[in-house]
C-alpha cells in the first residue's frame, strides 16, 4: 500500500483560527499539529516513527476498511505518546526487538480500536506517568510481550485483547493497571505477570486462556485483585504467588489447568470469596512454606482429574476455608509438616475417593461445624505431633469415620458418624486422641474400634446400630467414662444390679480382648475368664503357657467343632516336625500361614490369637502375639505410600501373628487405579523373604475370600490351607448365654431354656447375623429388661436379682408372646 496524504484540521479557541491542510507525511502533519486538533490519515502504509507530543487526534478516515491505515517503520518504536492525546482506528507495527511497537511514556491518551501486530519487545508499553485510557485495542506480538506497564506507569485497558505473546501477555513491573472485560489467551510464559515491590494490577471481568505457561503470576511483594475472572487452559499452573505476594480472587472461576489450579509459597497471602476451581490435574490449593496464608470464604473446588489432594498445606503454611465445598476429588484437604494449619469452618466435603482430611508430620487442622460425606476415610490424624481438633462435625456415608495412628493426639467434640462401611473411630498403632460427645451410628463395623493398647480417651461417647459393637479396645488401651451404646445398656442395668461402686470403677478403664466380642463402654463389667469365655477369650501373656493349655482353651470356646480339628492336626503336624527334626530326621513342609473365612462374630480373632500362642510355644515364632490390621492400615493414598505401609505392618508382626481381617478389601471388585494390589505384592514379597518371622493369616467371607485368593499369582500358593468359621446354631447360641450368665452371677429360670432356642431359631440369619455378638446382646437385653422389672421392687429376693425367665426376651417379630413371669414370693 503506498503512502497517502495526511489531512490535518487545526482548531483553536476562536473560530477565525480553525483552518485545514494536507501534508505528505504524519511527521510533517504532526510538527505543524497543537493541542486539540485533528489529524485524518488516508488509507496507506506509512514507514514512520511518529512522536505525539500535543493532545491530537490521530485516526483513520470514517468509514474505511479495519487496518487501511498502517504505521510500520523499519525499525524502532512506531507510536510513541507523551501528551493526552486520541488515537483511533490504526494498524501499528514493529519490527525491533529492543524496542515496544506503542510506547506511552506520558499524559492521559485515549487509544481506541487500535490493531498492533508485532515482533517487538512489547506490543504496547505504558511507563512513567502515564495513565491512559485504551479501548477494544488487539495485540499479537509473538516476538515479545503483549502488553507491559512499568516504571509508575498505569492506565485502563477496557474490552482489549491480546491474541499472541511470546513472552508474558499482561506483564506489570513497578506500575498499577487496570483492566476491564480484557482477553489474554495464546501467551507463553504467563497469561498476567505483575512482579516487583510497588507492583499492583486490578482485573475486572477477564478471561486468561491458552497459556503456554502459568495464567496468572503474582511475584516479589507484588499486589493484585482479580474479579470476576476466568482462567483456564493453562499448560502450568492457573495461578501462581511467590515471595510476599498477595492477590485477592473474587468470584473468579479457575478451571482446565493440568498442573495446580493456585499455587502459593514464600509468604505469599491469597484471599478468595465467591471463587471456583475446578478440573485440576495436581492441586485445586496448593499452600507451601511458613508465613505463606489463604483465606477462602464461600469456594468451591471440585471435579480433579489428577490424583492429589484437593488442598494441599505443608512446611509451615496455612489456610482458612470458610462456607467452601469440596467434591469429586481424590482426597479434600492434607496438611503436612510442623507449623501447618487448616481452619475450616461450616464446610462440605464429599464424593472423596480416599481421604476427605488428612494431618501428618506434626500439622494441625480444626474443623468446626463441618459435614463430610461419601468418602473413604473422613479424617485421618498419622502420625506423632499431628492433632487439631474436630468440633460439631458429622461424617456420613464414609468407609471409616476418623483414623488416629502413630502417636497423633486430636480432639473430637460432639462430632458424629453414621453410615461408616467399617469403623466409625478407628485408632490404632500408638494413636491417642480424645473423644467428647461423639456418636456413632448404623455402622458396619465397630463404633469405636482402639487396638494395640492406644491410650485414648472416650468421654460421654454413644453408639448405636454398630453391626460388629458399640466398643472394641484392646487391652491396657482407652480410657472411657460415661459412654453408652444401646449395647452396652444392658451391662450397664447388670452392674447396677450387682456390680456397685467396685464394678463401676473397674469399667472406666474399658478392656476387650477380642475383635469378636461385644462393644463395651466405660461402665462395661471388666473382661471375663478365659476359662469360661465364649469366641471373644484370650490369654493376656503368651509366652507364659504351653502348648497343652492353649490347645485347652481353645476347646473351651463354644462349638467351633471344624475349626478346633483342623487347628489340632496343623499343630500336630508342627509338633511332630519339630520332633523329626530333633531326632536327625526329615520334617515335613508345614505351610503356616492360614485363610480364614465365615461371617463375623464367629471367633476368628480369637482362634488367630490362640495360633499365635500356640505357635510361640512351640518354638516356631519368636513371640506369638498378633498384630490385627485391615485395609486402612495398609493402603496409602499415593504411589509408593502402601508398600511402606505395609512393610510397617510386617514389621510389628515379627515374631509373631499378622491377622488382615477383611483382607478382600485390598483387591475391590471396581478397583481401577486402586492401591490395594500394591498392598497384596508388597505381603506377597515379604511372606516370600521373610519365611520364618512372620505368619500370615487373611480373614473375611467365604465368597470374596475366594475371589480374593485369585489376584496374584502368589497369593493362593501362600495360603494353602483354608479354615471355614461356620456359624453358630442355636444350640451353640444358648450355650454362650448361659456362658454369659454364669459368668455375671445370673441364672436362667425355667423355661427360659427353651425360649431361647426358639429365639435363635427363628431369629433372622442376613448380613447383620453376628453369631457369638448376637448371642451376648441377646442376654445384656435380657439384663436389661430384668433390671427394669426388679428395680420396682423394693426388697428384691437373690432369686429375684438373678434368674431370667422368658419374659426378659426381646421382642422378635412371629413369635409369641412370652408367658407372665412368675408371681414374687
Same mark, same amino acid.
Given at each position: 500500500?503506498?503512502q497517502?496524504t $495526511?489531512?490535518?484540521?487545526?482548531?483553536g479557541?476562536s473560530?477565525?483560527?480553525?483552518r485545514?491542510?494536507?501534508?505528505?507525511?504524519?511527521?510533517? @502533519?504532526l510538527?505543524?499539529?497543537?493541542?486539540?486538533d485533528? %489529524?485524518?490519515i488516508a488509507?496507506?502504509?506509512?514507514?514512520?516513527n511518529? =512522536?505525539?507530543?500535543?493532545a491530537?487526534?490521530l485516526?483513520?478516515?470514517?468509514?474505511a476498511?479495519?487496518?487501511s491505515?498502517?504505521i510500520?517503520?523499519l525499525d524502532g518504536v512506531a507510536?510513541t505518546?507523551?501528551?493526552?492525546a486520541?488515537?483511533?482506528?490504526l494498524y501499528?507495527?514493529g519490527?525491533d526487538?529492543?524496542?515496544?511497537a506503542?510506547l506511552?511514556?506520558?499524559?492521559?491518551?485515549?487509544?481506541?480500536?487500535?490493531r498492533v501486530?508485532?515482533?517487538?519487545s512489547?506490543?504496547?508499553?505504558?511507563?512513567?506517568?502515564?495513565?491512559?485510557?485504551?479501548?477494544?485495542?488487539?495485540?499479537e506480538n509473538p516476538?515479545?510481550?503483549?502488553?507491559?506497564?512499568?516504571?509508575?506507569?498505569?492506565g485502563?485497558f477496557e474490552?482489549?485483547e491480546?491474541v499472541?505473546?511470546g513472552q508474558?501477555?499482561?506483564?506489570?513491573?513497578?506500575?498499577?493497571?487496570?483492566?476491564e472485560?480484557c482477553?489474554?489467551?495464546? *501467551?507463553?510464559g504467563?497469561?498476567i505477570?505483575?512482579?516487583g515491590?510497588?507492583s499492583?494490577?486490578?482485573?475486572?471481568?477477564?478471561?486468561?486462556y491458552?497459556i503456554?505457561?502459568?495464567?496468572?503470576?503474582?511475584a516479589?511483594?507484588?499486589a *493484585?485483585?482479580?474479579?470476576?475472572?476466568?482462567?483456564?487452559?493453562?499448560?502450568?499452573d492457573?495461578v501462581?504467588?511467590?515471595t510476599?505476594?498477595?492477590?485477592s480472587?473474587?468470584?473468579?472461576d479457575i478451571?482446565?489447568i493440568p498442573e495446580?489450579?493456585v499455587?502459593?509459597?514464600s509468604r505469599?497471602?491469597?484471599t478468595?470469596s465467591r471463587?471456583?476451581?475446578?478440573r485440576f490435574g495436581?492441586n485445586?490449593?496448593?499452600?507451601w512454606?511458613?508465613?505463606t496464608?489463604?483465606?477462602?470464604e464461600s469456594?468451591?473446588?471440585?471435579?480433579?482429574t489428577?490424583d492429589?489432594p484437593?488442598?494441599?498445606?505443608?512446611?509451615g503454611?496455612?489456610?482458612? %476455608?470458610?462456607?467452601c465445598?469440596v467434591h469429586?476429588?481424590?482426597?479434600?484437604?492434607f496438611?503436612l509438616d510442623?507449623?501447618?494449619?487448616?481452619d475450616? $469452618?461450616?464446610s462440605?466435603l464429599s464424593q472423596?475417593?480416599?481421604?476427605? $482430611?488428612?494431618v501428618?508430620?506434626?500439622a494441625t /487442622?480444626?474443623?468446626?461445624?463441618?459435614?463430610i460425606?461419601?468418602?473413604g476415610?473422613g479424617?485421618?490424624?498419622r502420625d506423632?505431633?499431628?492433632?487439631g481438633t474436630l @468440633?460439631n462435625?458429622?461424617i456420613d456415608?464414609?468407609?471409616t469415620?476418623?483414623?488416629?495412628?502413630?502417636?497423633?493426639?486430636p480432639?473430637l467434640?460432639?462430632?458424629?458418624v453414621?453410615?461408616a462401611?467399617?469403623a466409625?473411630f478407628?485408632?490404632s498403632?500408638?494413636g491417642?486422641?480424645?473423644f467428647?460427645?461423639?456418636?456413632v451410628?448404623g455402622?458396619a463395623g465397630?463404633?469405636?474400634?482402639?487396638?494395640?493398647?492406644c491410650?485414648?480417651?472416650?468421654?460421654?461417647?454413644?453408639?448405636?446400630?454398630?453391626?460388629?459393637g458399640?466398643?472394641e479396645?484392646?487391652?491396657?488401651?482407652?480410657?472411657?467414662?460415661?459412654?453408652?451404646s444401646?449395647?452396652s445398656?444392658?451391662r450397664? /442395668?447388670?452392674?447396677?444390679a450387682g456390680?456397685?461402686q467396685a464394678?463401676a470403677q473397674?469399667g472406666i478403664r474399658?478392656?476387650?480382648?477380642?475383635r469378636d466380642?461385644?462393644?463395651? *463402654?466405660?461402665q =462395661?463389667?471388666?473382661?471375663?475368664p @478365659?476359662?469360661v469365655?465364649?469366641?471373644?477369650?484370650v490369654a493376656a501373656?503368651p509366652?507364659a503357657?504351653?502348648?497343652?493349655e492353649?490347645?485347652?482353651?481353645?476347646?473351651?470356646?463354644v462349638?467351633?467343632?471344624?475349626?478346633?480339628?483342623e487347628?489340632?492336626?496343623l499343630?500336630?503336624?508342627?509338633?511332630?516336625?519339630?520332633r523329626r527334626q530333633?531326632?536327625?530326621l526329615? @520334617?515335613a513342609?508345614?505351610r503356616?500361614?492360614l485363610?480364614?473365612?465365615?461371617?463375623p462374630?464367629?471367633?476368628?480373632t480369637?482362634v488367630a490369637?490362640?495360633?499365635g500362642?500356640?505357635l510361640a510355644?512351640l518354638g516356631?515364632?519368636e513371640r506369638g502375639?498378633?498384630?490385627?490390621?485391615?485395609?486402612?492400615?495398609l493402603?496409602?493414598?499415593?504411589?509408593?505410600?502402601?508398600?511402606?505401609r505395609?512393610?510397617?505392618?510386617?514389621?510389628?508382626?515379627?515374631g509373631?501373628? %499378622?491377622?488382615?481381617?477383611?483382607?478382600?478389601a485390598l483387591?475391590?471388585?471396581?478397583s481401577g487405579r486402586d492401591?490395594?494390589?500394591e498392598a497384596?505384592d508388597?505381603?506377597?514379597?515379604?511372606?516370600e523373604d521373610h519365611?520364618?518371622? $512372620?505368619?500370615v493369616i487373611?480373614?473375611?467371607?467365604?465368597?470374596e475370600?475366594?475371589?480374593?485368593?485369585?489376584?496374584?499369582p502368589?497369593?493362593?500358593?501362600?495360603?494353602?490351607r483354608?479354615i471355614?468359621f461356620g456359624?453358630?446354631g442355636?444350640?451353640?447360641?444358648l450355650?454362650?448365654?448361659?456362658?454369659?450368665?454364669?459368668?455375671h452371677e445370673?441364672?436362667l429360670?425355667e423355661?427360659t431354656?427353651?425360649?431361647?432356642?426358639?429365639y435363635?431359631t427363628?431369629?433372622p440369619?442376613?448380613p447383620?447375623?453376628?453369631n457369638?455378638?448376637?448371642?451376648?446382646q441377646?442376654?445384656e437385653?435380657?439384663?436389661?429388661r430384668h433390671?427394669g422389672r426388679?428395680?420396682?421392687?423394693?426388697? +428384691?429376693s437373690?432369686?429375684?436379682?438373678?434368674?431370667?425367665? /422368658?419374659?426378659?426376651?426381646?421382642?422378635?417379630p412371629?413369635l409369641p408372646a412370652?408367658?407372665?413371669?412368675p408371681? +414374687?414370693?
Amino acid at each position: 500500500m503506498a503512502q497517502g496524504t $495526511v489531512q490535518v484540521t487545526h482548531g483553536g479557541a476562536s473560530r477565525w483560527r480553525r483552518r485545514s491542510g494536507e501534508y505528505p507525511t504524519l511527521s510533517a @502533519a504532526l510538527a505543524a499539529a497543537g493541542d486539540g486538533d485533528v %489529524l485524518s490519515i488516508a488509507p496507506g502504509t506509512y514507514r514512520e516513527n511518529l =512522536v505525539l507530543r500535543h493532545a491530537v487526534t490521530l485516526r483513520g478516515p470514517e468509514g474505511a476498511v479495519a487496518g487501511s491505515v498502517r504505521i510500520a517503520p523499519l525499525d524502532g518504536v512506531a507510536l510513541t505518546v507523551r501528551a493526552s492525546a486520541v488515537v483511533q482506528d490504526l494498524y501499528l507495527e514493529g519490527a525491533d526487538g529492543a524496542a515496544p511497537a506503542l510506547l506511552v511514556e506520558d499524559g492521559s491518551p485515549e487509544l481506541t480500536d487500535l490493531r498492533v501486530h508485532t515482533r517487538s519487545s512489547a506490543g504496547i508499553e505504558v511507563r512513567g506517568g502515564a495513565r491512559p485510557l485504551v479501548r477494544r485495542c488487539t495485540v499479537e506480538n509473538p516476538a515479545g510481550i503483549g502488553i507491559s506497564v512499568l516504571d509508575g506507569g498505569g492506565g485502563v485497558f477496557e474490552e482489549c485483547e491480546v491474541v499472541a505473546a511470546g513472552q508474558a501477555g499482561v506483564s506489570v513491573h513497578g506500575g498499577h493497571p487496570r483492566l476491564e472485560r480484557c482477553r489474554i489467551h495464546h *501467551a507463553t510464559g504467563a497469561g498476567i505477570a505483575v512482579t516487583g515491590e510497588g507492583s499492583g494490577l486490578e482485573a475486572l471481568g477477564c478471561e486468561v486462556y491458552e497459556i503456554k505457561g502459568a495464567g496468572v503470576r503474582i511475584a516479589a511483594r507484588a499486589a *493484585a485483585r482479580l474479579t470476576d475472572c476466568a482462567v483456564h487452559r493453562t499448560s502450568a499452573d492457573g495461578v501462581t504467588l511467590d515471595t510476599d505476594a498477595v492477590l485477592s480472587l473474587a468470584g473468579c472461576d479457575i478451571h482446565d489447568i493440568p498442573e495446580n489450579a493456585v499455587d502459593l509459597r514464600s509468604r505469599s497471602v491469597l484471599t478468595l470469596s465467591r471463587t471456583t476451581v475446578r478440573r485440576f490435574g495436581r492441586n485445586g490449593l496448593s499452600v507451601w512454606d511458613p508465613g505463606t496464608r489463604v483465606d477462602a470464604e464461600s469456594c468451591e473446588i471440585h471435579d480433579s482429574t489428577g490424583d492429589y489432594p484437593a488442598v494441599w498445606i505443608s512446611d509451615g503454611a496455612t489456610a482458612s %476455608l470458610d462456607s467452601c465445598r469440596v467434591h469429586d476429588v481424590p482426597d479434600a484437604l492434607f496438611v503436612l509438616d510442623r507449623g501447618s494449619r487448616a481452619d475450616v $469452618v461450616d464446610s462440605d466435603l464429599s464424593q472423596v475417593r480416599n481421604t476427605a $482430611v488428612s494431618v501428618s508430620d506434626g500439622a494441625t /487442622a480444626q474443623l468446626d461445624d463441618c459435614r463430610i460425606r461419601e468418602a473413604g476415610t473422613g479424617a485421618w490424624f498419622r502420625d506423632h505431633g499431628s492433632g487439631g481438633t474436630l @468440633a460439631n462435625c458429622t461424617i456420613d456415608g464414609v468407609q471409616t469415620g476418623v483414623i488416629v495412628t502413630k502417636g497423633a493426639d486430636p480432639v473430637l467434640e460432639r462430632c458424629t458418624v453414621s453410615s461408616a462401611a467399617e469403623a466409625g473411630f478407628y485408632v490404632s498403632a500408638g494413636g491417642r486422641g480424645t473423644f467428647t460427645a461423639c456418636r456413632v451410628s448404623g455402622s458396619a463395623g465397630f463404633g469405636f474400634h482402639v487396638i494395640d493398647g492406644c491410650r485414648t480417651t472416650l468421654d460421654r461417647c454413644h453408639t448405636e446400630r454398630c453391626a460388629r459393637g458399640g466398643y472394641e479396645f484392646a487391652e491396657d488401651g482407652p480410657l472411657a467414662e460415661g459412654c453408652t451404646s444401646d449395647e452396652s445398656g444392658p451391662r450397664l /442395668a447388670a452392674q447396677a444390679a450387682g456390680g456397685g461402686q467396685a464394678g463401676a470403677q473397674a469399667g472406666i478403664r474399658t478392656v476387650s480382648a477380642a475383635r469378636d466380642s461385644v462393644g463395651q *463402654a466405660a461402665q =462395661v463389667p471388666a473382661p471375663r475368664p @478365659a476359662d469360661v469365655a465364649g469366641p471373644g477369650a484370650v490369654a493376656a501373656d503368651p509366652a507364659a503357657r504351653g502348648s497343652g493349655e492353649v490347645l485347652g482353651q481353645l476347646d473351651a470356646l463354644v462349638g467351633l467343632d471344624s475349626v478346633k480339628r483342623e487347628v489340632r492336626a496343623l499343630t500336630d503336624m508342627i509338633e511332630v516336625g519339630r520332633r523329626r527334626q530333633q531326632a536327625g530326621l526329615k @520334617a515335613a513342609s508345614v505351610r503356616r500361614h492360614l485363610v480364614f473365612t465365615g461371617s463375623p462374630g464367629t471367633g476368628k480373632t480369637t482362634v488367630a490369637r490362640l495360633y499365635g500362642e500356640i505357635l510361640a510355644s512351640l518354638g516356631v515364632l519368636e513371640r506369638g502375639h498378633l498384630v490385627e490390621v485391615s485395609r486402612v492400615d495398609l493402603v496409602g493414598e499415593h504411589i509408593g505410600s502402601t508398600a511402606i505401609r505395609t512393610q510397617e505392618a510386617f514389621d510389628r508382626a515379627r515374631g509373631g501373628v %499378622l491377622f488382615i481381617d477383611e483382607a478382600y478389601a485390598l483387591a475391590p471388585e471396581d478397583s481401577g487405579r486402586d492401591f490395594g494390589r500394591e498392598a497384596i505384592d508388597t505381603l506377597v514379597k515379604l511372606m516370600e523373604d521373610h519365611r520364618e518371622a $512372620v505368619v500370615v493369616i487373611v480373614a473375611g467371607y467365604t465368597a470374596e475370600m475366594e475371589r480374593f485368593l485369585t489376584v496374584n499369582p502368589g497369593v493362593a500358593s501362600r495360603f494353602s490351607r483354608t479354615i471355614t468359621f461356620g456359624d453358630y446354631g442355636p444350640q451353640e447360641l444358648l450355650r454362650i448365654v448361659e456362658q454369659q450368665a454364669e459368668e455375671h452371677e445370673y441364672r436362667l429360670g425355667e423355661g427360659t431354656e427353651e425360649a431361647l432356642l426358639a429365639y435363635f431359631t427363628e431369629l433372622p440369619k442376613g448380613p447383620a447375623f453376628g453369631n457369638g455378638r448376637t448371642a451376648r446382646q441377646t442376654f445384656e437385653s435380657m439384663v436389661e429388661r430384668h433390671a427394669g422389672r426388679v428395680a420396682q421392687l423394693a426388697e +428384691p429376693s437373690t432369686d429375684e436379682l438373678t434368674l431370667l425367665f /422368658a419374659a426378659d426376651l426381646p421382642v422378635l417379630p412371629g413369635l409369641p408372646a412370652q408367658p407372665a413371669l412368675p408371681a +414374687p414370693c
